[in-house]
């Protein structure tokens, strides 16, 4: 297992997995937690989600809960290709409001490793995806967020143009209007 920060998006890690391969196919740990104690990286993860996309060009996110429920995801491509995206929300963070993204895929066997206080999302590169993440807080309706996939201010580069977006989604903030609102997220409340 190799753990790698990414040096744009303090607390951002990409995480390389090694799987043991022989005839059979292959093994792999997917989580140690004396390795993420040593990186500083363990949580208490008190949920695990799955989520499978059935088409290519599916955009979900980005999504966020508000603190004191604000999540820290441990997200793993299990199947296929995602194009994953993080938005820095963390007050006086050196990439507040910049975003960035990597790819996660089935046959690389990486994660990423994203902390309180970034809103997430993912597209479809593949017809069939899906998609674990851990948790480190418990899903709260009255806490959840999102910002609009195709915020102009944002300006993220998606690998769509037309994606298929829930209603949900289609409704998030945009950049200007969480600020607005919400100004952004205080680290002192994560």
Same mark, same amino acid.
């Given at each position: *297992? ?6 744009? !998006?303090?607390?951002?890690? #990409?995480?390389? +997995? ?7 196919? !292959? !093994? *792999?740990?997917?989580? =140690?937690? =004396? ?12 949920? @695990? ?16 809960? +508000? ?22 929300? $963390? ?12 790819? +996660? ?5 990486? *994660?990423?490793?994203?902390? $309180? ?7 479809? +590169?593949? @017809? ?7 948790? =480190?807080?418990?899903?709260?309706? #009255?806490? @959840? ?6 915020? $102009? ?13 829930? @209603? ?11 600020? *607005?609102?919400?100004?952004?997220? =205080?680290?002192?409340?994560?």
């Amino acid at each position: *297992m190799e753990i790698i920060e990414n040096k744009q !998006f303090p607390g951002v890690f #990409e995480i390389r +997995l090694t799987p043991r391969r022989d005839e059979r196919g !292959f !093994f *792999m740990r997917v989580y =140690d937690e =004396d390795i993420f104690k040593r990186k500083g990286l363990h949580r208490g993860w008190i949920q @695990e989600n799955h989520s499978r996309s059935e088409k290519k060009g599916v955009v979900r996110g980005l999504h966020f809960q +508000l603190p004191p429920f604000a999540e820290t995801k441990l997200i793993r491509c299990v199947r296929g290709i995602v194009h994953d995206v993080f938005v820095d929300l $963390r007050k006086d963070s050196p990439s507040f409001g910049k975003w960035g993204s990597m790819e +996660l895929a089935e046959e690389k066997h990486n *994660m990423v490793y994203i902390p $309180r206080g970034f809103a997430h999302g993912f597209c479809t +590169l593949t @017809e069939e995806s899906e998609v674990v993440y851990k948790v =480190d807080n418990p899903y709260a309706p #009255e806490a @959840e967020c999102g910002l609009i996939w195709n915020d $102009r201010d944002l300006a993220i580069s998606w690998p769509v143009a037309q994606p298929i977006i829930s @209603e949900k989604d289609s409704k998030n903030f945009t950049w200007r209007d969480f600020v *607005m609102k919400h100004k952004y997220i =205080d680290p002192k409340e994560l």
